[in-house]
């Protein structure tokens, strides 16, 4: 967000920037005419969307596009099942303008605070082994590049630059609109209980492939997991949605306020945090309900924290944990924030943490008060050496050296953005890392 003086940072507050100027164009001419106007001027330019991204990958420090207004539905294909947004919509705001038509996006994450451009270009996924990231659903762009033209790639126009356009960093232009590939409307079957840690970890492989969609959070200092499984059913099957009641006890009283207090807490008597995560594990879920896909996909998140998570070969999935694990004993840490894990199937996407694998995720998150670096940097290298790949939006510290072996079409993509922005109209400090200048 921009607060009053200029200076934009993003959620997480880990980034922040004062841009030369700020402008919130409605139209894809007014992002062409804002690209021409900064090439002129030998100004950078990025878009943004939420800043939901914990990285700087959405630093602006010429001109800050805030695409806040370039949202909506711009066409539907029924009878393929298609739909073409205007960039900036946010993810929330999608299901409501599929319902008319009887779709919904094939798979979510569980924030949808992003907008539908920020999701794809830095790699957004949700959870199910038989189910790829948001990019993935990507069949058709429109993009501003460097010159102030329209690209657009779909399967009638350049089809081989689709899987580089639709996961492209802000790198290759200002996305303008975007076509997804939608499924018809199903609702979920949500089971959320904690477990034995032990039992989770021995079943994980049938755990994480046989469901629909599979999760566990893991409380460090206990040995307790709370499971998240989610099975599809079709959109007339009966719904049992969460009373609002206990929805508002279960996601804003115990997962915000109460959780706000206890991160609070631990933050000033750090003693405490392993009573905390037990008590936390008693209090968190532990549900059961049936809803419409999105309801149960997204969950509220008024807690802020700080977060790195690294894609792994799926066979790496318990030696990352365990590893993880120790290392926590072993340093003697106090950890409050749950560590995650998530799966995903491969994909064809040039820069997809799950290109050509089959990939499980885990992320470690800290209270956005506590400093995560010693946390974040040793997990890093497990991550590492089980050829792990880190989500371009949260913080990771590789470059482009050490990125470019992990991503066997990372060449491509940067030939391709040598072609559509030589001059690097669309270039930050973190592009310049991850991609080199």
Not at 42 to 67: E, N, Q, R, Y
Not at 184 to 192: N, Q, S, T
Not at 353 to 364: N, Q, W
Request: with cysteine.
């Amino acid at each position: 967000m921009t607060r009053p003086g200029g200076t934009w940072q993003n959620w997480g507050r880990t980034e922040s920037v004062r841009p030369r100027r700020v402008e919130f164009p409605r139209t894809t001419e007014a992002v062409q005419r804002a690209v021409t106007a900064a090439a002129a001027q030998s100004l950078t330019i990025k878009a943004v969307g939420a800043g939901h991204s914990f990285t700087g990958i959405a630093l602006a420090p010429g001109v800050l596009l805030d695409l806040t207004d370039l949202s909506g539905l711009v066409a539907v294909d029924r009878e393929r099942a298609r739909v073409t947004l205007r960039a900036g919509t946010r993810l929330y705001d999608i299901p409501g303008l599929l319902a008319p038509y009887g779709l919904a996006m094939e798979n979510l994450g569980d924030i949808d605070r992003q907008s539908i451009s920020g999701a794809i270009s830095t790699g957004t996924h949700g959870t199910g082994a038989r189910f790829r990231g948001i990019a993935a659903q990507v069949v058709g762009a429109t993009l501003v590049t460097a010159s102030g033209d329209l690209l657009t790639v779909d399967e009638e126009h350049d089809p081989d630059l689709v899987p580089a356009v639709a996961l492209g960093l802000g790198a290759l232009g200002i996305l303008v609109e975007v076509t997804l590939q939608c499924v018809p409307a199903f609702v979920l079957h949500a089971v959320e209980q904690p477990e034995e840690l032990a039992a989770v970890l021995d079943g994980l492989d049938a755990r994480a492939a046989e469901p629909d969609h599979f999760e566990f959070y893991w409380f460090p200092h206990t040995d307790r997991a709370m499971t998240k499984t989610n099975t599809r059913l079709p959109e007339s099957a009966p719904r049992h949605p969460l009373p609002a009641f206990g929805k508002w006890v279960d996601d804003r009283l115990v997962g915000g306020a109460l959780h706000q207090v206890a991160c609070s807490v631990a933050r000033t008597v750090p003693a405490t945090i392993p009573r905390i995560n037990r008590l936390s594990v008693t209090m968190w879920g532990d549900r059961e309900f049936t809803d419409a896909s999105h309801r149960v996909f997204a969950t509220s998140r008024s807690v802020r924290f700080r977060e790195m998570e690294y894609a792994l070969p799926v066979a790496h999935a318990r030696p990352a944990f365990e590893a993880l694990r120790a290392l926590v004993d072993e340093r003697g840490w106090r950890i409050s924030f749950p560590v995650e894990v998530r799966f995903a199937a491969a994909d064809d996407r040039w820069l997809s943490t799950a290109h050509g694998r089959d990939s499980a995720y885990i992320a470690v998150h800290r209270y956005w008060r506590d400093d995560p670096r010693e946390y974040f940097d040793a997990v890093e290298h497990i991550m590492l050496d089980l050829g792990g790949r880190p989500h371009w939006g949260k913080m990771h510290t590789l470059d482009a050296a050490a990125l470019r072996d992990r991503y066997p079409r990372f060449d491509d993509f940067t030939a391709l953005r040598d072609r559509l922005d030589p001059d690097r109209v669309f270039a930050n400090p973190y592009l310049d890392r991850v991609l080199g200048g």
